[in-house]
């Protein structure tokens, strides 16, 4: 049989698809947005199926299961804390996934997945589908599953490294519904983008001195670390790296510009180099889309501390939500209010510690939106998850300087830290160093 008719046969409706669910599997929705038809598919056996585990790797979509009433049928286990699904967590009517460092995804390791759903693109001329702008851990998935379901979006994007799968590999197919999304209207976690305030553009003025020619640059999800890749940060630089996770707006158009060229990196040279790149704007994703020089690979590539400090001059740029007098830095929860998930941002630290001439940056405004509260706090409340321990701090980085905390004592750093509080918080921080750190 050759590809076309194996397509033509596994093309089914999303009912015919979603009737491979019984009672008691475990399915998988992988990261990236959701399948809308599979589902709405899915939702609509909420009466006839009971104690199906749903995996939702970024909840994006809400198909009604987050809501209470929906526990009979349906048990949900997310992997990012996306506000779709924060009431549910502080409500503790759902589990967290913990990834693991290396990001790997072996059957042999995993709980075994009765079915995974998925986006494709239609199949190319030799019968291979692309996954889009994202690849993270999707083709491992699909191998790894009893059954893969997949909904066919003619508007995803195709890209070289190793964004593709056979038709011969998946199970069935159903058509995508138009949604009239527009790529660039949103942020790495699905937020509006608004205008960046002061605060914004000074923490990028400020990160932008810890940049040299021929680095390579890592970007992590967060507005503090988002906002470098459109606020000039890299402007002014020559012949930079991309070898990161995500891929905010702004840089594609610094690649079409030549910013970032590859032209110095030491592993993938001449390329830019991500698991998603779908941080921009139609025109980018145009750009995008088979362009040699951009590369998608797993998320057990682009993130494994090997492969990251393989890289010389690798530096990691990651956003926190708190960060203590001794460099303990958050990006994860304040106290057991869980806000999001370290992502890559660990293994980018390690990486980028070991390279060549390597450096971490940590970004965060000093203070919450309403400046009440800072983030730059002597102890962390219990509960809070520590997303990096001080010994892999580096670089902290606020609108009001640069804390360099490398090598540094503990008292040194809580100098520098000081520093690079908000002022009106400073007396408060200086008297609890003195109470912590110095004797009576």
């Known amino acids: 049989m050759d590809w076309q008719e194996e397509y033509r046969r596994k093309m089914v409706t999303p009912e015919e698809a979603i009737s491979v669910i019984k009672s ?26 009971r104690d199906v585990t749903i995996v939702v ?46 990001f790997s995804y072996h059957k042999e390791e995993k709980r075994q997945v009765d079915a995974v759903l998925i986006e494709l693109s239609p199949p190319d001329e030799h019968g291979f589908c692309s996954f889009g702008a994202s690849l993270w851990n999707k083709k491992a998935e699909a191998r790894a599953a009893e059954k893969v379901l997949a909904e066919v979006n003619k508007n995803l994007i195709r890209t070289y490294g190793e964004n593709y799968i056979h038709v011969s590999e998946i199970d069935y197919f159903v058509e995508h519904p138009s949604t ?5 209207a949103t942020d790495l976690l699905g937020r509006k983008t608004q205008e960046p305030g002061e605060v914004y553009k000074n923490i990028a003025k400020n990160v932008s001195t810890l940049i040299k020619d021929g680095d390579t640059i890592q970007i992590g999800v967060g507005a503090a670390s988002e906002w470098c890749a459109v606020l000039n940060t890299f402007n002014h630089k020559n012949d930079l790296g991309w070898h ?10 610094l690649i079409r510009e030549g910013v970032f060229t590859g032209k ?60 203590d007098l001794t460099g303990q830095i958050s990006a994860e929860s304040v106290g057991t209010r869980l806000l999001s998930t370290p992502g890559g941002q660990t293994a980018f630290a390690i990486g980028s510690s070991l390279s060549k001439g390597g450096r971490s940056i940590t970004v965060l405004p000093s203070t919450t939106a309403d400046g009440k509260t800072s983030r730059i706090v002597p102890l962390f409340e219990e509960g809070t998850v520590i997303t ?11 609108e009001y300087g640069i804390a360099n905390l490398k090598g540094k004592s503990q008292r040194e750093r809580t100098a520098e830290i000081i520093n690079i509080a908000h002022p009106d918080f400073r007396p408060e921080l200086e008297k609890a160093t003195q109470k912590l750190y110095w004797p009576d």
Not at 89 to 97: G, I, M, Q
Not at 180 to 184: E, F, M, N
Not at 388 to 397: C, G, I, M, T
Request: hydrophobic share 40%; glycine share 8%; net charge negative.
């Open 24 to 49: 008691g599997d475990r399915i998988s929705f992988v990261q990236g947005m959701e399948p809308l038809a599979l589902g709405l598919a899915l939702a609509a056996r909420k009466e006839e199926l």
């Open 57 to 102: 790797r970024t909840p994006g979509r809400d198909f009604g299961w987050y809501d209470p009433g929906w526990e009979e049928s349906f048990k949900i286990e997310i992997a990012f804390p996306l506000p779709i699904v924060r009431q549910m967590l502080a409500e503790k009517r759902c589990d967290l996934s913990i990834a693991s460092l290396d």
């Open 180 to 184: 009239g999304r527009t790529p660039g």
């Open 244 to 253: 990161s996770e995500t891929t905010p707006r702004g840089i594609i158009k």
């Open 264 to 323: 110095h990196k030491t592993l993938h040279q001449w390329k830019a180099v991500a698991t998603a790149c779908g941080g921009g704007t139609k025109e980018d994703m145009d750009f995008v889309h088979m362009n040699p020089c951009f590369e998608l690979y797993p998320a057990e590539h682009i993130l494994d501390i090997r492969v990251i400090a393989a890289n010389d001059n690798q530096v990691a740029i990651n956003s926190a939500i708190i960060v």
């Open 388 to 398: 990096l321990p001080r010994n892999l701090a580096d670089y902290v980085v606020t």
